[in-house]
């Protein structure tokens, strides 16, 4: 079992329809999540024909993969942890808790010192903030099928110089991480996310070791807590014991059907809740794969898996 880290540099505008709520073209967030990596690598296996191998291949565990997490030249950061640490001097301090709450990443180098610092008095929020691009809004018209131009605001992300982002990938075998690395190499060119016919999300791919300190808390199967390092969620069976004393949230995940054979016109994924990155559990889990097919033609996988990362406090 072998880990290994891709960097994602994008050469294009990103479109990421945000968590919560019905999807908007207005608005946009900066991060993927691990079901949807797989999604767009199902899409890209389906031009060979080779849905079926991938899917097995990340049920049966042989793939696991993160979130693609921000970067910002060589340093890497990690989803906040969902934790809750009683700090009866800082109470009473809302402006410190809103502006904790705001920070979405922790620098790798720096998450030691952050979970030490939820312990102390005060902590310094500053050092934790960082900009990793920025969000744009463009005015288009739409023209087709109305009687008038209909004009229409679309959002997406452009990352700064040296910035983008990194996903950790777990393969069980040099098979498996070779389909991974091919698929995600074409993904690249094709795009990922939404106005791919624009030619947006398209990346290029550098693939590296995972750094020590990250592979030390990803190895860390022991500690207090296991952080999600991507969106996840157990099967129905692990549910009752994976959430007892624990911390998490959960994102809406839905999504249309990308498949010209699934049905005669687009339909939507049915919608499901999975747990967040940066969730805090008691223990790891497998996690499930879910059919969210619906009269289609062909299954249509929703991945339940991704990688922990030991937290201590």
């Not at 720096?110 to 979970?115: G, I």
Request: with cysteine.
């Amino acid at each position: 079992m072998e880990h290994f880290l891709y960097r994602l540099s994008f050469t294009t505008a990103l479109h990421m329809g945000k968590d919560a709520g019905a999807g908007s073209l207005d608005d946009c967030r900066m991060n993927i999540h691990a079901d949807t990596i797989f999604s767009a690598l199902c899409c890209e296996a389906a031009r060979a024909g080779e849905v079926a191998g991938l899917a097995d291949l990340f049920a049966g565990g042989a793939l696991t993969i993160s979130d693609a997490l921000p970067y910002a030249g060589d340093e890497l950061f990690l989803p906040r942890p969902i934790l809750f640490v009683k700090n009866t001097r800082r109470e009473g301090d809302a402006g410190l808790k809103k502006a904790l709450k705001n920070v979405e990443y922790i620098p790798l180098s720096l998450f030691a010192d952050y979970l030490l610092g939820l312990r102390r008095p005060q902590i310094d929020v500053e050092k934790f903030k960082y900009k990793f691009g920025r969000m744009v809004v463009g005015t288009r018209v739409a023209l087709k099928g109305n009687d008038q131009p209909l004009p229409y605001h679309v959002a997406a992300w452009k990352f700064a110089r040296g910035c983008g982002l990194y996903l950790v990938v777990r393969a069980e075998h040099e098979e498996a991480r070779h389909t991974f690395g091919t698929l995600l190499a074409r993904l690249g060119l094709s795009g990922i996310g939404g106005k791919q016919s624009s030619g947006w999300g398209k990346f290029e791919v550098r693939q590296s070791d995972v750094p020590a300190g990250l592979m030390e808390l990803i190895e860390d199967s022991r500690a207090q807590y296991q952080m999600l390092l991507g969106t996840a969620l157990p099967a129905d069976n692990e549910l009752d014991d994976v959430l007892a004393d624990g911390w998490y949230a959960l994102v809406r995940r839905g999504g249309f059907i990308r498949s010209e054979n699934y049905a005669p016109g687009q339909m939507k994924k049915r919608t499901m809740y999975m747990m967040a990155p940066g969730s805090c559990l008691r223990r790891r889990f497998k996690g499930g794969m879910y059919d969210l097919s619906d009269g289609g033609a062909h299954p249509v996988w929703r991945c339940g898996n991704t990688l922990f990362a030991g937290v201590n406090l």
